[in-house]
């Protein structure tokens, strides 16, 4: 595949790996690392070829969740895919992505700066949330 041309600029993009910044309505602002894209050197304008968007959407419903689990009280697997906005099979691959990811989430700040696990765990009283952590986290 030979790199692709600014729709804006008609530059030659050039081919990129590294942190960006993703800003979505729904998810909010937060960064991807290491991720394989193409960037107009010119106006800023990039390419993020399918493989890598699929990662950056799984990276944002990660962390989409998360806050969600910290803030709201879900009841129950559809009560919460539907405050996040997913099928209940979406969140269940999310929710099994973060029980991988245990020890990355705990560890490194720098890529969910603003949500930790430690108040989702104190809301261990409540049912869903209890049965919840037993079985992802
Ligand atoms: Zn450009």
Redo the contacts with the bound molecule.
Sequence with gaps: MSDPI?N??N?IMVKKHGVISINRKDFGTYEVPGVLHFA?E??G?RIIPPGESNRIMLDGLKLHTLKVLNKEGATSILNLSSIIGCEPNELDLVLTQLKKEKLILLSDKGRFPTVSLAPIKSKKKDGFLSRLIAKYF
């Design positions: 600014c804006k600029c530059k107009c010119k106006c304008d």
